[in-house]
């Protein structure tokens, strides 16, 4: 059951991911205890062996909930509803959910997360800026084209960093709680200027070239993704990027009191520390 001592840690699922490991990072900074779920801590956690879920929930004060592939995958939020009732019964107190804008999965993940008796937060997220630099879309960029099945559409791209911040303060400060934030970036861009300011950052020669759907899964197909992360990405390709999300969200400024972070200040930080070799 719940321990009520200091010692209680936090379980960050996805902790090694783009905003678990900044989340993980950051509590441990304060001096909090941190427990990372994955198949290769210990415990070891994974989504598709529940069996592995009650060990990694024994003790913990709250988790953080970074479902893995996506939300907007197929069963996500059965699955998601199942944990997070299982964390409250065994003495979870407080859950972070972390979601995705204009996907009705993810939303009906929300809506599980809200029925399960926990104080939660949920952090509905636009693209991350760091996919870019810290996913599949780097080694597009390393190789001088990023080709996606998108068009003009604008973006609101947001940091992984800002998403942390939001998701720490959720856990530290209960003013958080039952609050939903939408966190975007501060402007809209299109992929075409989000790789232009890419290239600018880092003095690299780099174009964006738009494909359609049916060559981006060809290619996902020759480089050996399974035919269900296949599908799933070209559906965020070609269904969440059709100009639903294509408005800002005020969820930064709400939950921590500033402006959220500027693509053009990412692509800066990211060439600097060398996410996509040395800058030119």
């Known amino acids: ?21 900044r ?8 001096g909090l205890p941190v427990r990372i779920g994955s198949r290769k801590a210990m415990p070891a956690f994974g989504w ?44 979870v107190k407080r859950l ?14 929300e809506q599980a ?21 810290e996913s599949f879309m780097r080694d597009m960029v390393l190789s001088g084209e990023v080709a996606l099945p998108v068009g003009d559409v604008g ?13 720490v303060a959720a856990f530290t400060d209960d003013r958080h709680i039952g609050q939903l934030y939408e966190l975007t970036g501060p402007r809209l861009l299109s992929f075409r200027d989000a790789v232009a300011e890419i290239a600018a950052a880092s003095g690299r020669d780099i174009r964006f070239t738009e494909i359609t ?25 070609t269904e ?6 294509a408005h800002l969200g005020d969820g930064v400024e709400r939950g921590l009191g500033r402006r959220a972070r500027d693509f053009r200040d990412y692509a800066t930080a990211a060439a600097a520390s060398g996410a996509w070799g040395e800058t030119k």
């Not at 059951?1 to 490991?21: D, H, V, W």
């Not at 979601?99 to 999965?105: A, D, F, K, T, V």
């Not at 937060?121 to 636009?126: D, E, G, I, K, M």
């Not at 973006?155 to 998701?167: G, K, L, N, R, S």
């Open 155 to 167: 973006e609101p791209f947001v940091d992984a960093d800002d998403i942390a911040d939001a998701a």
């Open 48 to 91: 598709d062996d529940r069996s592995s879920w009650a060990e990694a929930l024994e003790g913990v004060r709250a988790a953080y909930i970074a479902y893995h592939p996506d939300l907007a995958a197929p069963g996500a939020a059965e699955t998601v509803g199942e944990f997070a009732r299982l964390a409250v019964s065994r003495g």
């Open 240 to 245: 969440v990027l059709d100009g639903r999300n």
């Open 96 to 109: 972070v959910l972390l979601s995705g804008r204009g996907e009705p999965e993810a939303q009906r993940a």
């Open 213 to 237: 759907p049916a060559d981006f899964e060809a290619g996902l197909v020759a480089e050996g993704l399974p035919p269900d992360l296949n599908a799933l990405l070209t559906m965020l390709f």
């Open 1 to 21: 059951m719940q321990s009520e001592n200091a010692n209680a840690p936090f379980l960050i699922l996805g902790g090694t991911g783009k905003t678990g490991r």
């Open 23 to 30: 989340i993980a990072e950051q509590l441990a900074a304060q």
């Open 113 to 133: 997360v809200i029925a399960s008796g926990a104080q939660w937060t949920v952090l509905r997220c636009s693209w991350f800026a760091q996919n870019f630099s």
